[in-house]
């Protein structure tokens, strides 16, 4: 019986420090500590290390960091970019990026436009989008006002930046 009492108190524990309801977990622990008559009585013995982790979120503290000019503060995480040009002629590659990345910087302020070299590619990418069809939506926008370069845009997973204004949306996909 004691064995059955431990691994039903550590399978409740681990539940406990899983759970993002401080709230439910103080009333689990105030009802198995109560007296209620004709029903048995539980102790819970509960160290004061467990005490301090328990409500507490399991993810670790995201890092922020600044913009070069100091303006703005921001979280990475995995999300979505608008791939808007890739080319690999050492030619006119890098020229052809930059050029695409101009129009879109004047026509959608709003959305970063970044010039990427990865050997022997040049690549453009825009925007920071946290989910797929926010960077669908957009992509469709840039497709509308620049048709003749329509169809090489796609959308690509990439570290993106997240003003620390708000917080970041849980990807579901």
């Avoid at 819970?44 to 399991?58: A, L, M, P």
Wanted: zero cysteines; charged letters at 25%.
């Amino acid at each position: 019986m004691p064995f059955l009492l431990t691994i039903l108190f550590l399978s409740f524990l681990t539940n406990m420090l899983y759970s993002q309801q401080p709230s439910r977990e103080n009333e689990i622990l105030q009802e198995l500590n109560s007296v209620v008559p004709g029903k048995g009585r539980v102790t819970v013995y509960e160290d004061e290390r467990i005490r301090g982790i328990v409500g507490r979120s399991v993810a670790p503290p995201r890092r922020i960091y600044t913009s070069s000019d100091g303006s703005t503060q921001y979280y990475k995480l995995r999300g979505y970019k608008i791939q808007a040009f890739s080319g690999n002629d050492q030619r006119t590659s890098r020229n052809e990026a930059t050029r695409k990345q101009r129009l879109i910087e004047n026509q959608f302020p709003q959305h970063e436009a970044v010039v990427l070299f990865d050997s022997p590619f040049w690549r453009l990418r825009v925007g920071n989008f946290e989910q797929r069809d926010q960077a669908e939506e957009v992509m469709q926008e840039i497709r509308r006002a620049f048709p003749s370069f329509g169809r090489e845009m796609y959308i690509v997973v990439d570290e993106v930046k997240i003003p620390l204004h708000r917080e970041p949306v849980s990807n579901e996909e």
